[in-house]
T-cell receptor, first 115, second 114 residues
Framework: AQSVTQPDIHITVSEGASLELRCNYS??????LFWYVQSPGQGLQLLLK??????LVQGIKGFEAEFKRSQSSFNLRKPSVHWSDAAEYFC?????????????FGKGTRLSVIA | DADVTQTPRNRITKTGKRIMLECSQT?????MYWYRQDPGLGLRLIYY???????NKGEISDGYSVSRQAQAKFSLSLESAIPNQTALYFC?????????????FGEGSRLTVL
């Protein structure tokens, strides 16, 4: 079965600083990979996804993520964080050709942004 | 209006009570899901349904049941609530089958069991 690890429970960055949130997965083949964001009091929203092809994917709100097969990672990045980016971020993994098995989510990383 | 609506948004109940959380959607999606969110544990899948006649158990279905009354409605029931079912519950929908389909979430139902 696939699993996903987000090593950082909580990260604090200054507004305007760069951001990298880590995600590692365990799966025998190339999985489908997702990042979702949960703003305070809201449901989750898809930021970006990777199925195949170019390993650097662009998402909404200025986020990008890079798939690195050798490191089993799919880290989320943003060059300059805004205060409105404070939220919880979830990495999720899906198995293609798995008989429609739903996604498995990581435990999340909470991002705080300070002035 | 929200595409995925959950009711109630907040509920406080006592141990042993029966609770129903309701989810309705206007997105026209066949696939619906119930997740539970606990601090430090992320999202865990409780039940999911790919159409009206299809119900599947997720990772943590014990103590829960569901009903898919129509394409647009998917309810989660706790037959006899217990304190460790205190959590934030999310309903989600998708148009495509997993893992391809993007999930669209409601705003959540916060349940407290005393």
């Amino acid at each position: 079965a696939q699993s996903v690890t987000q090593p950082d429970i909580h990260i604090t960055v200054s507004e305007g600083a760069s951001l990298e949130l880590r995600c590692n997965y365990s799966y025998g083949a190339t999985p489908y990979l997702f990042w979702y964001v949960q703003s305070p009091g809201q449901g989750l929203q898809l930021l970006l996804k990777y199925f195949s092809g170019d390993t650097l994917v662009q998402g909404i709100k200025g986020f990008e993520a890079e798939f690195k097969r050798s490191q089993s990672s799919f880290n989320l990045r943003k060059p300059s964080v805004h205060w409105s980016d404070a939220a919880e971020y979830f990495c999720a993994v899906g198995r293609p050709n798995s008989g429609n098995t739903p996604l498995v989510f990581g435990k999340g990383t909470r991002l705080s942004v300070i002035a | 209006d929200a595409d995925v609506t959950q009711t109630p948004r907040n509920r406080i109940t006592k141990t042993g009570k029966r609770i129903m959380l309701e989810c309705s959607q206007t997105k026209g999606h066949d696939r619906m899901y119930w997740y539970r969110q606990d601090p430090g544990l992320g999202l865990r899948l409780i039940y999911y349904s790919f159409d009206v006649k299809d119900i599947n158990k997720g990772e943590i279905s014990d103590g829960y049941s569901v009903s898919r009354q129509a394409q647009a409605k998917f309810s989660l029931s706790l037959e006899s609530a217990i304190p460790n079912q205190t959590a934030l519950y999310f309903c989600a929908t998708s148009d495509l089958a997993p893992p391809t389909g993007e999930l669209f979430f409601g705003e959540g139902s916060r349940l407290t069991v005393l």
